[in-house]
């Protein structure tokens, strides 16, 4: 596999040459292209921030910048997987997004997931089954999400 990474406003983040077997036994076409995005917590930034200035902080839902300019972080509690369904929201509105753009033939989006918590192996299961459940019609291939903290990753193929 070849990866050529395209600068510009273009359709497409890179183009993929790809050789082998599986290729010739039509298993993957032989040309592609890789659209990348990232989805996050809106107020991720702060939490990075706070966590630079102070060493420490509560968690993304109960952040938040004051008018002086300091960041507040206080606890938020969830119940059960709410906060599963939230992320869910935040992913889905991500490939809709990229999904009204008119993307070449082959082209496979990829999304690195900064997850709004840490989220447990069966906890990554239950937001995978949740997004393809609502995944939105699109013309990708397919959808690759990861995670880099937890290391986890699936690949979903549109309907």
């Known amino acids: 596999m070849a990866v050529r990474w395209i600068d510009g406003n273009q359709q497409g983040d890179a183009e993929i040459v790809q050789h082998g077997s599986y290729i010739t036994q039509n298993y993957y076409p032989s040309t592609g292209f890789l659209e990348v995005t990232c989805t996050m917590h809106p107020r991720e930034y702060l939490l990075r921030e706070l966590l630079d200035a102070k060493g420490n902080a509560f968690g993304l839902d109960g952040i938040r910048r004051l ?24 992913i889905i509105g991500g490939i809709e997004k990229k999904a009204r753009i008119p993307y070449p033939a082959n082209t496979t989006l990829i999304v690195q997931c900064t997850l709004n918590r840490p989220y447990m192996p069966d906890e990554w299961g239950d937001l ?32």
């Open 128 to 159: 995978m089954s949740r997004v393809w459940t609502a995944l939105p019609r699109s013309n990708f291939r397919e959808i690759y999400l990861y995670d880099t903290v937890c290391q986890y990753s699936q690949t979903l193929y549109p309907r």
């Open 67 to 90: 008018k002086n300019g300091d960041i507040e972080s206080v606890p938020i509690v969830h119940t059960n997987r709410e906060f599963i369904e939230s992320y869910v929201r935040l």
